[in-house]
């Protein structure tokens, strides 16, 4: 089910998306995509902007999504953000912190995901595509500032329980979510990308540092070359 289709949308496949969302900027410099960051924007907003759109409507807002170069460098990107590939944007979720964002697309294990980056200084989360489903989560504390991020103990279920708006729930966001169609949840499973990464950390030795390392840099891609993470990431300044 879709929140509403569109007469012209960015993509048939992404029905609730307007071209202009995936362009619009506040600084005076052109923002239009060549044919390899078009093709990015669509499997972006087919694969992982759409349903999210599903699931909340238009309580999912853009703040920004394909960046020109110029636009890029004015607003203070990294160097090679993916922004100006297409496969990145910052959003937001009405009646939804950036932490409660990345605790829910923890447990999207359908969704093929880059980087998920929840910011304490911004108000927004970045998301990113990648086919492969690397599914790395940070958390971001100052700028150019990144580490490994995994939702605590019992924060996933908690953020179910809010969207679903349950009247034993404190604080359930329900008064949010007035005029906006229902979140559909059910009983939180740990996605196989997280199995896989407790199940690798069995047998003894050492694998308390591997459910460390593993557990924090999220799927398929994490065990080799991630010892300098942080390192990189200050580097890279990804935004």
Do not use: C
């Not at 999504?65 to 160097?79: H, I």
């Not at 080799?224 to 990804?238: E, F, I, Q």
């Amino acid at each position: 089910m879709t929140y509403g289709t569109l007469s012209s949308p960015l993509d048939p496949k992404a029905p609730d998306f307007a071209a202009w969302e995936a362009t619009k900027t506040g600084q005076p410099y052109p923002n239009v995509p060549g044919p390899e960051a078009e093709a990015q924007i669509h499997n972006l907003a087919v694969h992982v902007l759409q349903p999210l759109r599903n699931m909340f409507g238009r309580s999912v807002n853009i703040d920004s999504w394909y960046r020109s170069p110029a636009v890029n460098a004015a607003v203070g990107g990294a160097e090679n953000s993916d922004h100006m590939q297409g496969t990145a944007a910052d959003i937001k979720i009405q009646g939804f912190t950036n932490r409660e964002i990345a605790a829910y697309l923890w447990t999207r294990a359908d969704l093929p995901l880059g980087e998920v980056i929840w910011y304490t200084y911004k108000g927004h989360t970045h998301v990113s595509y990648d086919p492969k489903n690397r599914r790395e989560f940070l958390v971001a504390t100052a700028p150019k500032v990144y580490k490994a991020w995994r939702p605590a103990a019992g924060e996933v279920e908690a953020v179910l329980r809010r969207m679903g708006g349950g009247a034993g729930d404190a604080g359930t966001g329900a008064e949010h979510r007035e005029g906006l169609p229902p979140v559909r949840t059910a009983p939180y499973v740990e996605p196989p990308h997280v199995q896989r990464m407790e199940q690798a950390s069995e047998g003894g030795g050492g694998g308390g540092v591997i459910l460390v390392g593993l557990a924090l840099v999220v799927g398929a891609a994490a065990a080799a070359g991630r010892s300098g993470l942080s390192r990189d990431k200050k580097k890279r300044g990804k935004k």
